[in-house]
């Protein structure tokens, strides 16, 4: 993710960018691993651009776009080859989400990881994100993430689950990363594929969310949290 400018902010055509390559390997096996990382020494990606939502204008938009994600997300997470998450610096929002569906995450000591939404948009994660989330580090602690919109430091997110490891800098991180895909590229591919699909299955039997979804996106509460965002100013939630 290259937009360093902006701490890698992402916008759908980014989104769409590393869905397509997840795709591609799919079809064409011309990879055995891939390293997801994010340009710059700030940040993986600091969630979805803000300024992407100007255009919503109710909560159907906001189910359009979670269904959107969830395609993205879904394509990424069954990419038939491992993914490997880099991490530096902020890593929240939709670049939480998508670290959350890479099989292996590794950070340097400055990462931050969490969905400070309660505080910003208010807007909501999809059912999918919160299985996927709820998965990888338990409900209680997806609760406490979300309720106080706490960023886990790279300390934290060790003992949490969400990384495997902490490296001192960023030469080390790439360093590490090649090291785990070479090493990942050397084993059973079926074995690994396998595993990564037997795992999904079991985590996703999920109901409907469409109804949380437009409540949240269609409130005067998430154009207030976009607005405020944008405009650099406090927030102002009243629950509507």
């Keep these: 993710f290259n937009r360093p400018q902006a701490r890698n902010a992402l916008t759908f055509a980014m989104y769409e960018g590393v869905a397509e390559i997840c795709a591609r390997v799919a079809k064409t096996g011309e990879v055995k691993a891939l390293v997801i990382t994010g340009g710059g020494d700030k940040a993986f990606a600091a969630g979805t651009d803000i300024a992407q939502f100007r255009d919503f204008k109710s909560g159907e938009d906001g189910i359009a776009y979670e269904r959107k994600m969830d395609v993205i997300l879904d394509t990424i997470e069954r990419c038939p080859v491992p993914t490997i998450a880099a991490i530096v610096g902020f890593c929240t929002g939709g670049g939480a989400a998508i670290a959350a569906v890479c099989d292996l995450r590794i950070a340097t000591g400055n990462a931050q990881f969490g969905f400070p939404i309660a505080r910003t948009l208010g807007n909501c994660l999809s059912i999918s994100n919160l299985a996927r989330l709820s998965a990888l580090i338990g409900a209680a602690r997806t609760t ?42 050397g084993h059973a591919p079926l074995t690994l594929l396998a595993t990564k699909e037997g795992l999904r299955r079991l985590r996703d039997n999920l109901p409907p969310d469409e109804d949380l979804i437009r409540l949240c996106y269609g409130s005067a509460d998430f154009r207030e949290g976009m607005e405020a965002f944008l405009g650099k100013r406090p927030v102002k939630f009243e629950g509507r």
Excluded: H
């Design 144 to 185: 406490e993430m979300i309720f106080t919109a706490k960023l886990y430091d790279a300390t934290e997110a060790l003992a949490a689950g969400l990384i495997s490891e902490v490296l001192p800098d960023i030469p080390a991180l790439s360093a590490r990363a090649q090291d785990i895909a070479r090493l990942v590229a």
